[in-house]
């Protein structure tokens, strides 16, 4: 009786599963995309913002036979081999951190420190074969051809999940190293403790594009450890407890013949290794690895499905791949009593909110807050706590903050942006927005202050930023102007009149930069003079007067003043022939370029950030239809379903985030005005969940490769004559209907144009 009734519920639970798979987004997401060339993404397994991105760490390539810029996630799909599995990494950055607490499953002798490149059979790690590597959401297994060990891996928000399958028992150990990290990362100070024969705690203290990060660990296994060996890099400490530099530990556990099969837990926490234990028997009190996987499955297509589309599989696995990358950061930041570990150092306990790190803030203000102000408005309001906190404790504003340090990266204020952004749609509470004007004023306003931004105190007296003697000015110039242009809208509405008339005066101050002589966004000097040895073509890394740019590409540089910057060209006519002719540039750039210069048409760079609003201006003169054909370009050459999908950098999710509202058939091309411009609809449907039981729908008819411009649109039935949607109007739910047509049409060309 028993076993017909086993039969019959393995039935049930065989036709449910293939009910969830026709349900199962998740099944779209090829987590390969962007990990070969320069998408520089995260692989392996992890939660939708969760603390925990557990994976594989790999060697960084020399700069010379490789462009090793391109391990700056820890793995690049052109490798062949895996040093350990690491519990942090950082996904689509430029610069290399993190991969912090390495573990490795080895077996015959130990080794201390890693293999070389030239020398795989030298060192810990292990060479594997790609047909024996399988990663999906929440997921990432491999097998260890040098150690004959199956690895798995899952997690849940603060937890990763280790599953080794040892082949044989033959000295079975695992390897942690506390002093492994990647790119610039080096540990300070390390410790590793044996509480008993399951359980371990330490912390690693390193410094390197975070400048002072705190790693506290508590790490289990499901079977008991017979011996402990620990190290001060190779030698070796005598006791259950080690501190210094570059502490490592072998871990023996007692596997046998018949049991070989262990699991292991890591927790973080920012605070302590106590507080990483707490986050470890709150989250995951069990060591059932197949419920946790499926628990993360769950939780990643709870998350894809606030998006649901109907296109061509092509476009379904670009998408809900899109989806997944920008759900990676920002990453949480505290542990689940409410403490977390401030931009000061200081504890903060019992917080209240949700803290955050890892903001990308000059890649991310552009379409992935926005972004995440439709699928996810609820974390808004965290997102702006964590951003004002940060600025108020370390007294500068938080430019690119990375786990729990500001690394001052890139240029700027974009936090004014995200901030100004959200409380505008209604998403930050008025209390908070006040701490951030207050907080923000203050450090935007302050030229004494040490760590004020570069060429803050010519921007607060109104005066354009010499280029004498400091390099980027007109980049920093023009960052700048965004920023007080969104302030200024952000005061405006908390009634604080004077401040948004002064900042309104800062948000134009780009306009002092144009060199009427040769009409680009030029380098003046102090005594009033533009740059004479002036090349629009040159991008001359850290060494120009642009960032990761030259003057064609910063050109484009004013989304906030979009009709301001037509008048400055001459006129919708002369600004659509020059919008043309950066398209129909040369492509070739000189060898001392940026490398973040890549996806290029004409000069057109789809692989930086400075370029994503760039293809809707032609909207904003009249010309909508010239906006679709570029669009439906870059979509078509620069996001594929291959391992090197992606033309540049993810930048911790605004690649991906251009790429899932663009498919929509509409793009925040200006992040002052909270409309979101329409360009040409890659899916054939979409609904959108914005909040309660309401959706907000997307119909697209006669869409086509050939057919790729909008004839007509309809919102909620009716007949809707402008260029643009507002958020309101999203929010609202609905349905928008876009006629599609293979020509442009000259009703669109006359519609109400985009704010």
């Known amino acids: 009786m028993k076993t017909v009734l086993l039969g019959i519920g393995l039935v049930v639970l065989l036709g449910c599963a293939r009910e969830a798979t026709q349900k199962d987004l998740s099944a779209y997401v090829n987590p390969y995309i962007g990990s070969k060339g320069h998408g520089h993404v995260f692989v392996g397994a992890n939660v939708p913002f969760g603390a925990v991105q557990l994976g594989p760490s790999q060697i960084i390539r020399s700069w010379d036979e490789f462009n090793g810029w391109d391990w700056c996630s820890g793995y690049n799909y052109i490798s062949e081999e895996i040093l350990g599995f690491t519990h942090t990494h950082l996904s689509g950055t430029g610069i290399g951190d993190l991969n912090d607490i390495l573990v490795l499953p080895a077996t015959g002798k130990p080794r201390l420190k890693p293999m070389a490149f030239e020398k795989p059979e030298t060192g810990y790690g292990s060479l594997f074969k790609k047909e024996n590597e399988k990663t999906e959401p929440g997921y990432y ?26 082949e044989k028992s033959d000295n079975a150990h695992l390897l942690v190293d506390l002093k492994f ?87 973080l926490s920012p605070v302590s290794a106590e507080n990483a234990l707490l986050n470890m028997d709150t989250e995951v009190l069990h060591n059932d690895f197949d419920r946790l996987r499926e628990q993360a499955r769950e939780k990643w297509n709870n998350n894809l499905s606030r998006i649901e589309i109907e296109a061509a599989d092509s476009v379904k696995t670009v998408f809900y791949t899109a989806m997944y990358h920008t759900r990676f950061a920002p990453s949480l930041f505290n542990d689940v009593n409410g403490d977390y570990r401030g931009s000061d150092k200081e504890v903060y306990r019992n917080a209240g909110f949700q803290n955050y790190t890892t903001f990308s803030l000059w890649d991310t203000y552009r379409a992935q807050h926005p972004l995440l102000t439709l699928t996810d408005p609820d974390r808004s309001e965290d997102f702006a706590q964590s951003l004002v906190n940060i600025t108020e404790q370390q007294k500068a504003m938080a430019l690119w903050p990375l786990y729990g340090s500001e690394t001052f990266c890139m240029m700027g204020n974009p936090a004014m942006t995200v901030v100004s952004d959200a409380f505008r749609k209604g998403l930050v509470k008025k209390e908070t927005a006040l701490r951030a004007f207050d907080a923000f004023y203050k450090v935007s306003n302050h030229p004494t202050e040490e760590k004020l931004p570069v060429g803050q105190k010519w921007v607060k007296d109104l005066k354009w930023i010499p280029a004498d003697n400091i390099h980027e000015t007109v980049a920093w110039a023009m960052e700048y102007s965004v920023a007080d242009g969104a302030f200024s809208a952000m005061a405006q509405a908390l009634g604080k009149a004077d401040a948004a008339k002064y900042y309104q005066e800062r948000a134009g101050l780009y306009k002092l930069y144009f060199d009427p002589e040769r009409k680009f ?115 078509d050459k620069f996001y594929t379903t291959h391992p090197d999908g992606l033309s540049g950098n993810e930048d911790v999710g605004q690649m991906s985030a251009w790429y899932i509202l663009s498919s929509l058939g509409f793009y925040p091309a200006n992040p002052l005005s909270g409309e979101f411009v329409f360009g040409s609809p890659l899916v054939d449907k979409a609904t959108i969940k914005v909040g309660g039981d309401k959706t907000f729908r997307i119909v697209v008819k006669n869409n086509s490769h050939t057919n790729k411009y909008v004839q007509s649109v309809r919102l909620n039935g009716k007949n809707y004559e402008k260029l643009s949607l507002s958020y309101a109007d999203i929010m609202k739910g609905g349905e928008l209907e876009f006629t599609m047509g293979p020509q442009p049409a000259e009703a669109m060309e006359k519609a109400q144009r985009p704010k």
């Open 141 to 166: 297994r491999v097998y260890l051809d040098k150690y004959g060990v199956r690895a798995e891996l899952t997690a849940s928000e603060r937890v990763g999940m280790h599953r080794y399958r040892f």
């Open 521 to 635: 966004f030029n380098g003046r000097f102090a005594d009033g003079s533009f740059r004479k040895n002036f090349n629009p073509f040159s991008a001359d890394h850290r060494t120009n007067d642009y960032v990761e740019g030259n003057a064609w590409q910063y050109l484009w540089m004013v989304p906030h003043q979009p009709y301001e910057l037509i008048k400055l060209l001459g006129g919708d006519q002369a600004f659509v022939k020059r919008l043309d002719e950066f398209f129909a540039l040369p492509s070739e750039l000189e060898a001392t370029a940026s490398n973040d210069i890549s996806g290029l048409i004409g000069q057109y760079a789809h692989g930086n950030e400075p370029s994503h609003h760039v293809i809707y201006l032609y909207t904003f003169a009249g010309k909508p239809g010239k906006t679709a054909e570029k669009l439906r370009e870059v979509a």
């Open 181 to 267: 990290g990647m790119g610039w990362d080096a540990p300070v100070a390390t410790r590793f403790e044996q509480v008993n024969d399951t359980l371990f705690m330490g912390e690693r203290f390193s410094r390197g594009w975070s400048k002072d990060q705190r790693v506290f660990f508590a790490l289990k296994t499901s079977v008991p450890v017979k011996r402990v060996e620990l190290y001060e890099d190779t030698v070796a400490v005598q006791g259950n407890r080690a501190a210094g530099k570059a502490i490592k530990a072998l871990l023996f556990p007692a596997l046998t013949d018949s049991r070989k099969e262990i699991v292991v837990k890591v927790a």
